[in-house]
């Protein structure tokens, strides 16, 4: 497994950005579709956005499509997640996740989670 370890979260008001990164310990990480997922209070785990091992393919929710964007830097072991135009739906905990097998978009399996960071969106 990879050891995952996310940073970047914060308070921001509507309409701000954060940049939050995920930085694996893997040190074949160039191996692995990675992914950024959230989770709010009393709600279930919501896919953010996946990335493929070579960041040639991107995937992203239908709610955050065109304000969010996932990338990585596989000679830097670390993966991003930019976020703009942030709305308060977009407070919850968020966790990055890579898998080694088959990249399949949004469907992606991933077998190896960070501890999350929060994201608080004021309005």
């Known amino acids: 497994q990879v050891q995952l370890v996310e940073s970047g979260g914060g308070l921001v008001q509507a309409g701000g950005s954060l940049r939050l990164s995920c930085a694996a310990s893997?040190?074949?990480?160039?191996?692995?579709?990675m992914g950024w997922f959230r989770q709010a209070p009393g709600k279930e785990r919501q896919t953010v956005a996946t990335?493929?091992?070579?960041?040639?393919?991107?995937n992203y929710a239908h709610s955050v499509n065109g304000r969010f964007t996932i990338s990585r830097d596989n000679a830097k072991n670390t993966m991003y997640l930019q976020m703009n135009s942030l709305k308060p739906d977009d407070t919850a905990v968020y966790y990055c996740?890579?898998?080694?097998?088959?990249?399949?978009?949004?469907?992606?399996?991933?077998?190896?989670w960070g501890q999350g960071t929060q994201v608080t969106v004021s309005s």
């Open positions: 996740a890579a898998g080694d097998g088959p990249y399949n978009g949004l469907g992606t399996r991933f077998d190896s």
């Open positions: 893997a040190r074949t990480f160039s191996g692995y579709a």
């Open positions: 990335i493929s091992w070579s960041g040639g393919s991107t």
